[in-house]
């Protein structure tokens, strides 16, 4: 029987619910359960096309949950000091997730900016958090408030802008059916919050209007 027990994820736990689990992922369980859901619908999961379905579906969500077994964290303790305090802005990064609400993909672009406090991070980092907190059972709102206040705790920063551009399938293929729709949303701390002409500078380098 699966191990249900979990423990509280490592350096505060910045998810509400931030969880690292003892027991890797049921494949058996998630098979089963995958049978059972075209069973439901009237299918035969023993035909062709169907039969090994239930092991391909177990193999994507391990791979698209596969932040629940990661520390969005780990990435943001090499640090390196260095004096730089203006903005450090890394955007379009690319990220893909799945909404809690109907377990459908969103998928979009997050971009991610911070002021130093006499470190920096590697760039690579800042999308390899993005990448973990993206791959696990998500909201896009509080995957944005999560990147924001990580950042801000892990690399002690004067200040942390996010924003999230996505579209999200559960308003494409089914329910209202807006396949164009675009959901933004932005979480800012510190100076961004503070200043306005930061957060302006922000905005502007995203959408590439700066002078």
Known sequence: ??????????????????????????????????????VALGEDPDREGLRE??????RMYEEMFSGLRKDPAEPLQKTFTEKYDEMVLVKDIRFESLCEH???????????????????????????????ISRRPQVQERMTEELADLLMKELDARGVGV???ASHTCMAIRGIRKANAICTTSAMRGGFKEHPATRS????LIHGRWR
Do not use: C, W
């Open 1 to 38: 029987m699966m191990n249900d027990r979990v423990k509280p994820g490592r350096r505060g736990a910045n998810h509400p619910k931030e969880r690292e689990l003892t027991a890797p992922v049921d494949h058996a369980r998630l098979q089963a359960a995958v049978r059972e859901i075209l």
């Open 201 to 204: 500078e922000f905005m502007a």
């Open 163 to 165: 924003v999230i551009e």
């Open 53 to 58: 379905t239930p092991a391909r579906v177990a």
């Open 102 to 132: 109907h377990l459908l993909p969103f998928y979009g672009k997050a971009h991610v900016a911070y002021l130093p406090n006499g470190k920096i991070v590697g760039l690579s980092k800042l999308a390899r958090v993005v990448e973990i």
